[in-house]
């Protein structure tokens, strides 16, 4: 089986959060870029099921505008074969979504992580699927090979599901599928320079919608202290201030 | 023309997010003067089918095909968008839970539509169509237009507040025309728990951290849940020590709830943590650290140990 | 002149400050407390490629450069330097000393091991009655032809139990002074090797140290590093190499310590306002901050030059006498800045105080170092 493993690169997840531009853009100023905690998660999933013999070929792919090439470079120190860039600057997820489904027709599984942690659109893979006639599953918390078959876990209201699911398919996956990223050895991350890394050209695609502008949250009021022995009173405030009890 | 809303039911019990999803169209729908219809994919009696209709839905399409239990996305795609069709629906309304996430793409590639997900609050405006979402695991706002006829939404949890109207809904059985070989997902094994509150659905949710201590320490907690009828989660250190499942764990990387109220209980409030859970209505933090950044989150707040807490707020809920 | 990393450098770093926040930091303090040996870390560790970092990778080594090692060593003293130091003395003093002195048996048979992490590497040269004063070894290895016999005691011995591997530096021919000492590789399991107690050390606890006795300990002659007699000069030039692991984990140490004392001085309130606010904290923060700074370029610029092929003895002395001094001011103002809460273990500055204070003491104290900075600054 072949994976395609969706990468985004995403601002560090404790960056501070400014706007540029009269609030129209990101400052991207001194931020850290990195794999979105979520791909990470599912390359690291791939990563040890190629391992143990599964997987024949790991690519990592990205939407994405050069300087995006580092984190492509790290998901090759962690265990991917071959990474492939598409040379545009993301737009929408639809806009995105028709990039890869350019690369993603050649593969058997593709795995996404289920949001971006930046502009939180949770489309890619759904969409993606729909391009190609793939079918997709969502929620994605385990994945196995039995077999030469596919076989997943998926969380559901209240609890989980196993099922199978008929390849091609995209794997929309969560927390759970690896507890941690992995760190990438030494050896990987001198072999990471050596792996291929192709760039390929955008197609022509639509943008179905834009972003206009952006703002923060407002600042929040300072949080109501009560005394440890006065449990009394911070019923009292829960019922009659802020009336959810 | 029409809206058309996606609902969802836990065990034939229509998820509180529905009425949301419903009153948020409803509101929507009196602007543009265009009708709800809201779309049922299960197992649903005809009495509670009908409750849609409290909160603004005219039309109610149940679709009773056991087919659809497996959760097979291209198919429930498929039903959507076929219902979307037959219905004329210009905007279409989904939650922005795991079902929602999972459908609503494939909807809006189908239907040549635009997507926004995460969406917070009505439409700022209908012409140009331009909607309210989180970006940044919830640390800001965008505000996005949509280009194309058709709008697909995805509504945050706990945006919109339920809203009761006189019920004129009638529901009629709806065959989606999905065929046999669509459906590629069997399903092997199912866990789940029922008779439980969903975590994603609850009101009220009690949350431990590390100051816990231990997972011998959960009896209190769970107490206190069984008695508000909240939901339980915890923080990622919790679950990493394995104190309790993967499952309960919310935070950035792990559930993202939007309570009503978000009880913490030896949770420091880690930036990670705080992403999954800032659109709580109202967050309540007893942290024995004084410096712990929960209390910047926190509106209400106790400093001290929980364990001396604990007992005493549950001696209190038990009196309410 | 370059500034600039490479983008596996980056990576390199982001790898070990990915495991000390993840793992090391977790049981740091438990294993303090009970001085208990990292061993689940080390394994991991070898893993990850970090036991033999600059070993050629056709003796199981990462192949990395030195600017590397310094960025790793800085990372993990930045959480746990108990467990830095194992790695510091595997890498910088075995298997550096192993790879360039090394006959090709040698490293098939023992530094491949050490580079793959599978065995731990001690380096033996301090004496009851010999630490600085390096030349003048106790420890007599009598030649007896197709093997030397080891007898004598050895202080101080980082890893000396976990150890497989020793280097030991014994003397051979007394009347020749320091020229009659060999450098030999001891199997730990010899026979006549006793360790003394596990040393109740007032940091770096979770490392385990011991003193070691050889009574009648038979080593094969093809185990001597080098020439007969190169021994002295084999563990200087280790030194010299060692010199740059330790001061990295000074700078480390202090690196660690500033981070938190940012941190702490961000969100503890003191007269109405964050204590970051008032000039008394915010201007030690940048005198803490400049010596971290100035340490991290010595380290780097002494690793600079070992990469380069250039002479680094002197520059890796200042590196390490700098990096140990600076690193016991800063960790002391963090303890200080942190009032109350420093002084508990909890908030960790206080363990690195004790951390830093090793510094200052083993692979050279201070005063050593200034020795070897001063003669080479009046050779001429």
């Known amino acids: 089986m072949k994976f395609l493993v969706l990468i985004s690169n995403v601002p560090d997840t404790t960056t501070k959060i400014r706007f540029v531009d009269d609030n129209k853009a990101f400052d991207t100023t001194g931020v850290q870029w990195i794999i979105n905690p979520w791909d990470e998660l599912a390359l690291t999933r791939a990563v040890e099921l190629k391992e143990a013999g599964g997987i024949e070929k790991i690519t990592v792919a990205n939407v994405g505008e050069s300087i995006t090439e580092a984190t492509l470079r790290k998901a090759l120190a962690v265990g991917a074969d071959d990474a492939i860039r598409i040379e545009a600057k993301p737009k929408d997820a639809f806009y995105v979504a028709t990039q890869l489904a350019q690369v993603a027709k050649n593969y058997d599984v593709v795995m996404v992580g289920i949001e971006a942690s930046d502009y939180n659109g949770s489309a890619v893979g759904g969409m993606l699927a729909e391009i190609l006639g793939f079918n997709s599953v969502s929620a994605v918390s385990g994945m196995n090979i039995e077999n030469g078959q596919l076989s997943l876990t998926r969380e559901i209201d209240g609890g989980q599901q196993k099922i199978d699911v008929e390849t091609p398919v995209v794997t929309i996956v969560q927390k759970g599928i690896a507890i941690d990223p992995r760190i990438p050895a030494m050896r990987g991350i001198m072999m990471a320079r050596k792996k291929p890394l192709t760039v390929v050209p955008a197609v022509d695609a639509e943008e179905k919608t834009e972003y206009i502008s952006f703002e923060l949250p407002p600042p929040k009021a300072a949080c109501k202290l009560v005394d440890e022995d006065n449990v009394k009173e911070l019923v009292r405030l829960l019922q009659e201030e802020a009336k959810v009890l | 023309m029409s809206l058309l809303v996606y609902t969802e039911n836990w065990d034939g019990k229509f998820k509180k997010l529905s009425f949301e999803l419903v009153s948020y169209a409803k509101a929507m729908a009196d602007k543009l003067n265009l009708p709800v219809t809201a779309l049922s994919i299960g197992n649903v009696a005809d009495d509670e089918l009908k409750q849609l209709g409290n909160y603004g839905a005219s039309k109610v399409l149940n679709v009773a095909d056991n087919r659809f239990d497996s959760l097979d996305n291209k198919a429930l795609a498929e039903a959507v968008a076929h219902a979307a069709k037959s219905e004329n629906a210009q905007i279409i309304i989904f939650s922005h839970n795991n079902v929602g996430k999972a459908i609503a793409p494939r909807v809006a590639v189908k239907l040549n539509g635009g997507l926004v997900s995460g969406v917070t609050a009505l439409p700022e405006s209908f012409d140009p169509f331009v909607v309210k979402k989180k970006v940044f695991t919830q640390k800001a706002f965008a505000h996005v237009q949509i280009d194309p006829d058709i709008k697909i939404l995805t509504l945050a949890q706990n945006s919109f507040e339920l809203i009761e109207t006189e019920n004129n809904a009638v529901t009629e059985t709806y065959d989606p025309q999905v065929a046999d070989d669509v459906f590629s997902t069997t399903v092997k094994e199912t866990n789940k728990v029922t008779g439980k509150v969903l975590l994603t659905d609850a009101e009220i949710v009690i949350s431990g951290g590390r100051g816990m201590k231990g997972p011998e320490n959960w009896g209190q907690l769970e107490e206190l849940a069984d008695i508000l009828g909240a939901g ?44 999954g859970v800032s659109s709580s209505k109202f967050i309540v933090a007893i942290n024995k650290d004084p410096e712990a950044p929960i209390f910047e989150a926190a509106d209400y707040g106790i400093v001290g140990d929980l364990f001396k807490v604990l007992p005493q707020l549950i001696e209190e809920v038990k009196k309410m | ?247 990295s984990q000074a700078m480390g140490i202090a690196a660690g310590a500033l981070e938190r004392t940012i941190a702490y001085s961000k969100e503890r309130k003191a007269f109405g306002t964050e204590i970051a606010n008032h000039q008394a904290i915010a201007f030690k923060l940048a005198d803490m901050a400049v010596k971290v700074e100035n340490a991290r370029n010595l380290c780097l610029k002494a690793a600079w030059l070992k990469d380069n092929g250039k002479p680094f003895a002197m520059e890796s002395a200042m590196a390490k006498l700098y990096s140990a001094d600076i690193a016991m001011e800063v960790t002391t103002d963090a303890v200080q800045i942190h009032g109350g809460y420093g002084y508990v273990k909890e908030y960790h500055v206080e363990r690195l105080m004790r951390e830093a204070k090793l510094t200052q003491i083993y692979e050279g104290t201070s005063e050593v170092q200034k020795i070897v900075v001063s003669r080479t600054l009046l050779r001429e």
């Open chain 2, 232 to 275: 339980l989660s915890c923080s990622r250190p919790v679950s990493d020590e394995g104190w309790r499942g993967h499952e309960e764990h919310v935070g950035q990387t792990g559930k993202i709830i939007a309570p009503n109220l978000y009880f913490t209980f030896g949770i420091s409030g880690a930036i990670q943590h705080l992403g």
């Open chain 3, 1 to 247: 002149m370059n500034f600039e990393f490479t983008d596996e450098h980056l990576m390199i770093r982001q790898a070990a400050k990915d495991y000390a926040e993840r793992e090391l930091l977790q049981d740091v303090l438990e294993r303090d407390a009970k001085a208990e040996f990292p061993a689940r870390h080390i394994k991991n560790l070898a893993e990850l490629g970090f036991m033999g970092m600059m070993v050629d990778p056709k003796y199981d080594g990462s192949g990395m450069d030195t600017v590397s090692y310094v960025l790793v060593m800085e990372e993990l003293s930045k959480i746990d330097a108990a467990t830095s130091v194992i790695i510091s003395v595997n890498n910088s003093l075995v298997c550096y000393g192993l790879c360039k002195y090394g006959t090709e048996e040698q490293k098939e048979k023992y530094l491949k091991p050490l580079a793959r992490g599978e065995h731990i590497g001690a380096f033996l040269l301090s004496e009851p009655e010999a630490g600085s004063d390096a030349m003048h070894q106790h420890t007599l290895a009598e030649n007896k032809g197709d093997h030397f016999l080891l007898n004598g005691t050895k202080n101080w011995i980082t890893s000396g139990n976990s150890a497989s591997t020793y280097i030991v530096m014994a003397q051979t021919y007394p009347e020749k002074g320091y020229r009659g000492i060999n450098a030999f590789i001891v199997d730990r399991n010899s026979p006549g090797i006793s360790l003394g107690p596990h040393e109740d050390k007032m940091g770096m606890r979770s490392s385990d140290t011991h003193s070691v006795m050889f009574t009648d300990v038979k080593v094969p002659k093809e185990n001597r590093i080098g020439e007969d007699g190169f021994g002295y000069k084999f563990a200087m030039k280790a030194l010299e190499a060692g010199r740059i692991g330790i001061a």
